[in-house]
């Protein structure tokens, strides 16, 4: 028999598939942001496009000062590298 050793990862990982208010915000914003950049484009208004893409990058910037004010997925619970493997040696 091949007896297989695992190690766990060292955090679980997040629980609230990042629903969080600052990941809502950026997904509402930059929805706005594509909706009216659209609209720019298909009636070839360049300042609609262009007030289009301001939104999406307000909506970034948004999103990053909420994720520092601690309302994004907390950093303790963020998962850095491939938590899954194989750390021990054989």
């Known amino acids: ?3 297989e050793s ?10 609230n598939h990042g629903r969080t208010p600052a990941s809502w915000t950026l997904l ?3 929805v706005a942001g594509a909706i009216v950049g659209g609209i ?3 009636t070839y ?12 990058a307000a909506g970034i910037v948004a999103s990053l000062i909420m994720r520092g ?3 994004g ?3 303790q619970a963020r998962i850095t590298g491939e938590w899954y493997a194989d750390d021990q040696p054989a």
Request: charged share 10%; aromatic share 6%; hydrophobic share 50%.
């Open 45 to 56: 208004r360049t300042p609609v496009l262009i007030f289009g893409l301001v939104i999406i």
């Open 1 to 3: 028999m091949n007896e």
């Open 28 to 30: 509402g914003l930059v």
């Open 69 to 71: 004010r601690g309302l």
């Open 40 to 42: 720019g484009m298909v």
């Open 73 to 75: 997925q907390p950093v």
């Open 6 to 15: 695992y190690s766990l990862p060292q955090s679980a990982a997040p629980s």
